[in-house]
């Protein structure tokens, strides 16, 4: 059928209409892209030309958002790059080594070693049938001033014969030991060189949960010395961990694995806030929980270490509890923060004081008493002799006490210690630990383990060992260091004194007495 004029007309009309309509729905959708996808505009104006005429495509200039976010990353990495350059000059390689020295029974293989074995095989036995086996440990520490001193964890440390000490620049020396603290696990050593590098100090009260923090160390061996790890704060407060007696751990996701302990924690500002210490793990290696202590603990600890030899803290003579939801109920409380005294030891300062069973302590010095840890903390970390102001809730009633703290019984030197116990028995012993405990295989036990025998002793010809555990002397129950020298002072010489012993045989406890007469 022939299309008349008016139809012809018709279509150019619809024409002309769908080409404006395509035109304004062309432009909505640019409009759309450039206000959604504003950062990757430029990069659309890439000519067809210039892409073909070099064989790839061009690469646009970034907008000046994707520049401001492009600069803040290479600022943050700055960071990193200028914090590890800072902390890794005064964070060093730790290794010990400590002797174990056993009675081998006779084996045909000797003489065959006597004869064919390497020179250091032969010179393991000596004639009385004593074999040497070198135990080494790896740790980390922090130099902490100019002339040498280094602050590690007293893990890394404890009962070794020899410490030696490696520098970031590769240099080797020997280190003394200065002192060493169990309750806390800290430990100070000492090198001698001078103008070393040495760690800026933080203030490990000021922490917040979320911060960015930096862990550098030694994880798993030498080879791998000064390796830097990320993370942030996780916790703060830690505490019941099963690590040490006076626990307030920063917990951190920086990975921290064996070899770490002793190293440094620091913040982006380069300043050290803790002394890495441990991780939890089922593997042994790093599942993204680690603990550092506090660099204000630790720092005061080691200030001590330094001047003393051992560590001293105030001694108030109570076991306090923390308090539940039942316990706030039941004693009509406002809330569960505070410390609940369970028990308070006669003639101590609280008992001098007026401290009651029962008393709720709210406050020390002004300061606010979150549970039964914090309050042992604000005690320890006071001095013997120094007053101290607790606000306590007793029958409902807010009342104020002041007692004068005393010197903690077990916070003797232990090199007095160990001198006291040589001269007498030729023995030294120890509390039993949870860690000792697992050690010797003595859980659920109560006794001093026996940690160093002398072997010209007369308790070594008797059989007495290291890694036994003496429950009683001469008679009398012994469950600490303070009740052992509360016994073996009123000992003289010539007197012979009774110990009952727990041995190790397999897997069996089995008890062993030994006389042993104290030499003139």
Same mark, same amino acid.
């Given at each position: 059928?022939?299309?008349?004029?008016?139809?012809?007309?018709?279509?150019?009309?619809?024409?002309?209409?769908?080409?404006?309509?395509?035109?304004?729905?062309?432009?909505?959708?640019?409009?759309?892209?450039?206000?959604?996808?504003?950062?990757?505009?430029?990069?659309?104006?890439?000519?067809?030309?210039?892409?073909?005429?070099?064989?790839?495509?061009?690469?646009?200039?970034?907008?000046?958002?994707?520049?401001?976010?492009?600069?803040?990353?290479?600022?943050?990495?700055?960071?990193?790059?200028?914090?590890?350059?800072?902390?890794?000059?005064?964070?060093?390689?730790?290794?010990?080594?400590?002797?174990?020295?056993?009675?081998?029974?006779?084996?045909?293989?000797?003489?065959?070693?006597?004869?064919?074995?390497?020179?250091?095989?032969?010179?393991?036995?000596?004639?009385?049938?004593?074999?040497?086996?070198?135990?080494?440990?790896?740790?980390?520490?922090?130099?902490?001033?100019?002339?040498?001193?280094?602050?590690?964890?007293?893990?890394?440390?404890?009962?070794?014969?020899?410490?030696?000490?490696?520098?970031?620049?590769?240099?080797?020396?020997?280190?003394?030991?200065?002192?060493?603290?169990?309750?806390?696990?800290?430990?100070?050593?000492?090198?001698?060189?001078?103008?070393?590098?040495?760690?800026?100090?933080?203030?490990?009260?000021?922490?917040?949960?979320?911060?960015?923090?930096?862990?550098?160390?030694?994880?798993?061996?030498?080879?791998?010395?000064?390796?830097?790890?990320?993370?942030?704060?996780?916790?703060?407060?830690?505490?019941?961990?099963?690590?040490?007696?006076?626990?307030?751990?920063?917990?951190?996701?920086?990975?921290?694995?064996?070899?770490?302990?002793?190293?440094?924690?620091?913040?982006?500002?380069?300043?050290?806030?803790?002394?890495?210490?441990?991780?939890?793990?089922?593997?042994?290696?790093?599942?993204?929980?680690?603990?550092?202590?506090?660099?204000?603990?630790?720092?005061?600890?080691?200030?001590?270490?330094?001047?003393?030899?051992?560590?001293?803290?105030?001694?108030?003579?109570?076991?306090?509890?923390?308090?539940?939801?039942?316990?706030?109920?039941?004693? $009509?409380? &406002?809330?569960? +923060? @505070?410390?609940? /005294?369970?028990? *308070?030891?006669? !003639?101590?300062? =609280?008992?001098?004081? %007026?401290?009651?069973?029962?008393?709720?302590?709210?406050?020390?010095?002004?300061?606010?008493?979150?549970?039964?840890?914090?309050?042992?903390?604000?005690?320890?970390?006071?001095?013997?002799?120094?007053?101290?102001?607790?606000?306590?809730?007793?029958?409902?009633?807010?009342?104020?006490?002041?007692?004068?703290?005393?010197?903690?019984?077990?916070?003797?030197?232990?090199?007095?210690?160990?001198?006291?116990?040589?001269?007498?028995?030729?023995?030294?012993?120890?509390?039993?630990?949870?860690?000792?405990?697992?050690?010797? $295989?003595? &859980?659920?036990? +109560? @006794?001093?383990? /026996?940690?160093? *025998?002398?072997? !010209?002793?007369? =308790?070594?010809?008797? %059989?007495?060992?290291?890694?036994?555990?003496?429950?009683?002397?001469?008679?009398?129950?012994?469950?600490?260091?303070?009740?052992?020298?509360?016994?073996?002072?009123?000992?003289?010489?010539?007197?012979?004194?009774?110990?009952?012993?727990?041995?190790?045989?397999?897997?069996?406890?089995?008890?062993?007495?030994?006389?042993?007469?104290?030499?003139?």
């Amino acid at each position: 059928m022939a299309m008349t004029k008016r139809n012809i007309t018709l279509l150019i009309l619809v024409g002309i209409l769908g080409v404006i309509a395509g035109l304004i729905i062309s432009a909505n959708f640019n409009l759309i892209f450039n206000g959604f996808a504003s950062n990757e505009s430029s990069a659309a104006k890439v000519s067809y030309s210039e892409h073909r005429e070099s064989g790839t495509p061009a690469i646009a200039e970034p907008s000046e958002n994707q520049l401001t976010s492009t600069d803040a990353l290479v600022q943050l990495e700055q960071a990193y790059i200028q914090v590890a350059e800072a902390v890794k000059p005064w964070v060093v390689t730790i290794t010990s080594a400590k002797i174990i020295r056993y009675r081998q029974l006779f084996s045909p293989w000797d003489e065959f070693f006597e004869f064919f074995g390497e020179p250091d095989q032969r010179r393991r036995r000596d004639d009385s049938g004593e074999r040497e086996f070198r135990q080494e440990g790896l740790g980390s520490g922090v130099i902490v001033s100019a002339d040498g001193y280094i602050l590690t964890n007293n893990h890394v440390v404890q009962e070794a014969d020899e410490i030696r000490v490696i520098t970031a620049d590769k240099k080797e020396y020997v280190a003394k030991l200065v002192g060493r603290d169990e309750k806390t696990d800290v430990a100070v050593v000492k090198i001698d060189a001078k103008n070393l590098p040495y760690a800026r100090m933080g203030d490990s009260d000021k922490i917040k949960v979320g911060q960015i923090v930096m862990a550098i160390g030694n994880p798993f061996s030498q080879q791998l010395q000064l390796t830097v790890t990320d993370g942030i704060i996780s916790a703060k407060g830690r505490s019941n961990i099963g690590i040490s007696s006076y626990e307030d751990f920063i917990q951190t996701t920086a990975a921290i694995n064996p070899g770490n302990s002793g190293g440094a924690l620091v913040n982006l500002r380069g300043e050290l806030i803790g002394i890495n210490t441990a991780i939890i793990s089922r593997s042994g290696g790093f599942n993204g929980i680690g603990f550092a202590i506090p660099i204000n603990m630790a720092r005061r600890v080691m200030e001590i270490l330094i001047d003393k030899g051992y560590v001293v803290r105030g001694y108030l003579g109570v076991t306090p509890q923390a308090i539940d939801e039942d316990m706030t109920q039941a004693l $009509g409380l &406002e809330s569960s +923060e @505070g410390a609940l /005294i369970a028990s *308070v030891e006669p !003639g101590t300062p =609280a008992d001098k004081a %007026g401290l009651k069973e029962q008393d709720v302590v709210l406050e020390v010095d002004g300061r606010k008493i979150i549970d039964d840890n914090d309050f042992r903390l604000r005690i320890a970390e006071r001095n013997p002799g120094d007053k101290v102001r607790l606000k306590i809730l007793r029958d409902g009633k807010i009342r104020e006490i002041v007692a004068t703290l005393a010197e903690r019984p077990d916070d003797r030197p232990p090199k007095q210690l160990a001198a006291k116990e040589s001269e007498k028995l030729g023995i030294k012993v120890a509390n039993l630990t949870r860690e000792r405990a697992r050690q010797y $295989g003595f &859980e659920n036990e +109560e @006794g001093v383990v /026996i940690i160093e *025998v002398n072997q !010209g002793s007369m =308790a070594y010809r008797k %059989g007495v060992r290291e890694g036994d555990l003496i429950t009683s002397v001469n008679r009398q129950p012994v469950t600490s260091i303070r009740e052992y020298e509360e016994i073996m002072d009123q000992v003289k010489p010539g007197d012979v004194v009774v110990l009952r012993l727990k041995k190790k045989v397999g897997n069996t406890l089995t008890n062993f007495y030994v006389t042993i007469r104290v030499p003139k």
